[in-house]
T-cell receptor, first 115, second 113 residues
Framework: AQSVTQLGSHVSVSEGALVLLRCNYS??????LFWYVQYPNQGLQLLLK??????LVKGINGFEAEFKKSETSFHLTKPSAHMSDAAEYFC?????????????FGIGTKLQVIP | DSGVTQTPKHLITATGQRVTLRCSPR?????VYWYQQSLDQGLQFLIQ???????AKGNILERFSAQQFPDLHSELNLSSLELGDSALYFC????????????FGPGTRLTVT
């Protein structure tokens, strides 16, 4: 079984402040981990993904995430928030290998950026 | 623009009715996924097709069915609609079977009255 828990359904940050969105995963096999972003009235878009190799993963729009196996975490960060970062962010996991497992999404975290 | 198209954009219908949602994947993508997004349930995986065959099933109700056609477009059929079926329905596609990079369409907003 696999799952992700996103801590905080709503997060507010000031423009220029650090963005930190938390994600913890559960997987019985080594995980592949993902962050997707959903802007208002749009579909989801892949921000970044971790499969194997380097545990610090850089994505689009200045976001990055670090895979920490000991903490079963994959938190998303950005050093300085922009107004355009206001969106909903979804963490997702897929256990690999161990046969086919679909990607499982978290409940989402809405990021508000305050001017 | 993800390259995934969904029609219609909005759909308003009455309880008990049947509707069909259509999805065209990105050119070359063989997998199609259907998701339901609602305020209380979040993003729920419904079903995946890969090259015309059903590959994975999620929380899809028996009143719902889907198929992927030889040209790879997909349709999601929702029947005996209930108020609780009101939601955003997303289609996504990926080049492979595992879905490690999914491209989402803009969604179809279904309102059941």
């Amino acid at each position: 079984a696999q799952s992700v828990t996103q801590l905080g359904s709503h997060v507010s940050v000031s423009e220029g402040a650090l963005v930190l969105l938390r994600c913890n995963y559960s997987s019985s096999v080594p995980p592949y981990l993902f962050w997707y972003v959903q802007y208002p009235n749009q579909g989801l878009q892949l921000l970044l993904k971790y499969t194997t190799g380097a545990t610090l993963v850089k994505g689009i729009n200045g976001f990055e995430a670090e895979f920490k196996k000991s903490e079963t975490s994959f938190h998303l960060t950005k050093p300085s928030a922009h107004m355009s970062d206001a969106a909903e962010y979804f963490c997702a996991v897929r256990g690999h290998p161990g046969g086919y497992q679909k990607v499982t999404f978290g409940i989402g975290t809405k990021l508000q950026v305050i001017p | 623009d993800s390259g995934v198209t969904q029609t219609p954009k909005h759909l308003i219908t009455a309880t008990g009715q049947r509707v069909t949602l259509r999805c065209s994947p990105r050119s070359g993508d063989l997998s199609v996924y259907w998701y339901q997004q609602s305020l209380d349930q979040g993003l729920q995986f419904l079903i995946q097709y890969y090259n015309g065959e059903e590959r994975a099933k999620g929380n899809i109700l028996e009143r719902f069915s889907a198929q992927q056609f030889p040209d790879l477009h997909s349709e999601l059929n929702l029947s005996s609609l209930e108020l609780g079926d009101s939601a955003l329905y997303f289609c996504a596609s990926s080049a492979d079977r595992d879905g490690d990079e999914q491209y989402f369409g803009p969604g179809t907003r279904l309102t059941v009255t």
